[in-house]
C-alpha cells in the first residue's frame, strides 16, 4: 500500500515583486527582536521533490504531490509559539492559487510535533497577506516550510516574517502533551482542547488518558484528570495554570464507530482480469495513492481486524496517480466496499468515483447518493456496478469524492470484466448485478429462475416477474430510489438480495 511523507531537502526563493530580489534576500537573513514580540525570517531557498524557482516560486507538473519549499536559515531557530504568533508578507500570483505554512520539530524523519496553516489565497495583484498561529504551547520546532497548493502557478512571495508573541507564562493553562494508553493522540494540539476518540464498535475496555502534561509544569501549572466510565463518554483534563486561578479543559469524547471486522474478502478473479487500486486480495496497480487534489493527506491508511483499510481524511477528494497509464477499454464493472461510521446523517452525503484517461478531458464518473441508497451506517456495504471504460486506453488517474470526511473508510477498491459479483445465496449459482442499479437489473443463474419479487422497505411487493430463464434482465425503470428486496425462486431454492436505487 502507498505510503505517505514529508521530505525535505531544499530550494526556492524569497523574493521582490520587481526587481527586489537581492534586497529581499539580503533582508531574511536578519533577525530582529521587538519589545514583547520575538521576529524571525525564513529563507526559502531550497527545493524539495521537483519544485523550481527562478525568481519566483512554482509546484510544476512531474513535482511530487509532498514537493514544497524548505527554510535555509537555520538561526531562526528554534521557533516557538506557547503564546501564538503570526507570518506576514506580500504576494502576487499568476492565477487564484494557495500557499500554506508548516512548522515540524525537526527535519525529516522526525516531524513531529508539527503545526499546519490553514491555506491563504493569493490573488494576481500584489497584496500584503497576514496569517495568524495559534499558540502550540510547548512544542519547539526547527523546520518551517512553504507549499503551493495548485500546479503550475508562478507565485511571487517576499518580505516573509514569522513573529512569536509573547505572553506571561505564568497564566499558561495549556497541555504540551496529550496521551491515552500511552500514545499521544493524533493531531494534538495545545491549542486544541476538544478530541474524538474513535474506537472499534463493540469496544468494552474504556481508554484511560495516562498522561496530561502542562505547558508550564515546572513553573507550578497543575493537571486534574477525570477519566470516562462508560464508551460512548468523555474523560476530562482541568489545567490549571501557575497563577493558581487560569484554567482551561480539555474533553475526550470516546466513541465506537470504527469497524470491527475486515471489508468482505473479494472473489478470487485472474490477475488479468482485474486493475487493483487498494486491496489486500490483488497485486495493486504502482501509484502516487494520495497524489493532494485537494490537498495533502486525504487519506490514511489503518489496521482493521488485520487487513489494510483506507481511513478517508478531513479533505473533499483524494487523487490517485497510476505510475503508468494502463488500457482499461475492456473493463466493464467497478468494485469497492466501504464502511460509514455508525450515527452518521447521510442528508445530502455522497460517496463519489471518477476514472481519468489520457487525456485528462477522457474521464468516467459514477456517483452515489448515499441519502437515496440509504446503506446501513456501521456495517460494511459493497458497492458494486457496471462502468464504461471503452474509451479508458490510457487510464491513468483515479479520484474517491465525499463529503463524509473524518466518517468513512474503504477496502478493495479495482475495476474488473468478467462475471460481476454475486449477492444473496451464492450456492444458489445466481448472479445479481449491479448493486446499486438503475434502470435494469442483469440477472444469471445455473438454472432456470421461476420467479422474481422485489419489495420495498415497508415490505410491499412493488415488481414481480416469471422468466423461466437462466439469464434475463429484469426491468426496474419504474421504481423510486430506494431500498429493496429481491427474491429469487431457482430449483426449489429461494435466494435474496439487498439491492439499492
Not at 19 to 33: G, K, S, V
Amino acid at each position: 500500500m502507498s505510503q505517505y511523507r514529508s521530505a525535505y531537502i531544499a530550494d526556492i526563493i524569497i523574493l521582490n515583486l520587481f526587481i527586489m530580489y537581492i534586497f529581499t534576500f539580503l533582508i531574511a537573513l536578519c533577525a530582529t527582536f521587538a519589545v514583547g514580540q520575538t521576529t524571525s525570517y525564513p529563507v526559502y531557498e531550497g527545493v524539495f521533490g521537483g519544485t523550481t524557482h527562478v525568481q519566483s516560486i512554482t509546484f510544476p507538473t512531474g513535482a511530487e504531490a509532498w514537493a514544497g519549499f524548505s527554510n535555509n536559515n537555520t538561526e531562526i531557530y528554534p521557533l516557538s509559539f506557547a503564546n501564538g504568533g503570526k507570518i506576514t508578507f506580500k504576494a502576487s500570483a499568476s492565477a487564484a492559487a494557495n500557499l500554506k505554512f508548516r512548522f515540524e520539530a525537526n527535519p525529516h524523519p522526525n516531524v513531529e510535533p508539527s503545526y499546519d496553516t490553514a491555506n491563504t489565497p493569493i490573488t494576481a495583484a500584489v497584496g500584503t497577506y497576514t496569517v495568524t498561529i495559534p499558540t502550540q504551547g510547548a512544542n519547539t520546532f526547527n523546520s518551517a516550510l512553504l507549499y503551493i497548493v495548485e500546479r503550475d502557478i508562478t507565485v511571487n512571495i517576499s518580505e516573509v516574517k514569522i513573529t512569536a508573541n509573547a505572553g506571561d507564562p505564568n497564566t499558561n493553562a495549556t497541555l504540551s502533551d496529550l496521551q491515552v494508553d500511552n500514545t499521544t493522540i493524533a493531531g494534538f494540539s495545545g491549542t486544541v482542547t476538544s478530541y474524538t476518540y474513535k474506537l472499534p464498535k463493540g469496544t468494552i475496555t474504556v481508554p484511560q488518558i495516562t498522561t496530561a502534561t502542562a505547558t508550564q509544569a515546572a513553573g507550578g501549572a497543575t493537571t486534574t484528570i477525570t477519566q470516562a466510565t462508560a464508551i460512548p463518554g468523555n474523560a476530562t483534563v482541568l489545567v490549571t495554570a501557575p497563577d493558581g486561578t487560569t484554567t482551561e479543559t480539555y474533553t475526550v469524547s470516546f466513541k465506537d464507530v470504527l469497524p470491527s471486522t475486515a471489508a468482505p474478502t473479494p472473489p478470487a478473479r485472474n490477475a488479468a482480469d482485474v486493475i487493483s487500486l487498494y486491496s489486500d486480495a490483488y497485486t495493486d496497480v504502482a501509484s502516487n495513492f494520495d497524489a493532494g487534489w485537494c490537498g495533502a493527506n486525504s487519506v490514511e491508511e489503518i489496521s482493521v481486524a488485520g487487513n489494510a483499510t483506507t481511513a478517508f481524511l478531513g479533505n473533499a477528494c483524494q487523487g490517485i496517480v497510476l505510475n503508468t497509464a494502463v488500457d482499461a477499454s475492456t473493463f466493464t464493472n467497478y468494485h469497492v466496499d466501504i464502511f460509514i461510521e455508525a450515527g452518521t446523517d447521510l442528508d445530502g452525503k455522497t460517496f463519489n468515483l471518477k476514472f481519468v484517461g489520457t487525456p485528462t478531458s477522457v474521464f468516467k464518473e459514477v456517483n452515489h447518493d448515499l441519502n437515496a441508497l440509504q446503506p446501513n451506517v456501521g456495517e460494511w456495504v459493497s458497492f458494486d456496478g457496471t462502468v464504461d471504460l471503452s474509451t479508458m486506453g490510457g487510464f491513468k488517474e483515479f479520484g474517491v469524492t465525499t463529503n463524509l470526511a473524518n466518517g468513512v473508510y474503504y477496502d478493495n477498491l479495482y475495476a474488473y470484466k468478467g462475471t460481476p459479483l454475486s449477492l444473496g445465496e451464492t450456492d444458489n449459482g445466481i448472479s445479481i448485478y449491479p448493486n446499486p442499479f438503475t434502470n435494469h437489473i442483469e440477472i444469471s443463474a445455473a438454472q432456470a429462475v421461476n420467479q422474481v419479487r422485489v419489495y420495498n422497505i415497508a415490505g410491499q411487493e412493488v415488481l414481480q416477474a416469471a422468466p423461466h430463464a437462466a439469464s434475463f434482465r429484469l426491468d426496474t425503470t419504474n421504481l423510486s430510489k430506494g431500498v429493496y428486496l429481491l427474491s429469487l425462486e431457482s430449483n426449489g431454492k429461494s435466494t435474496t438480495a439487498k439491492m439499492v436505487k
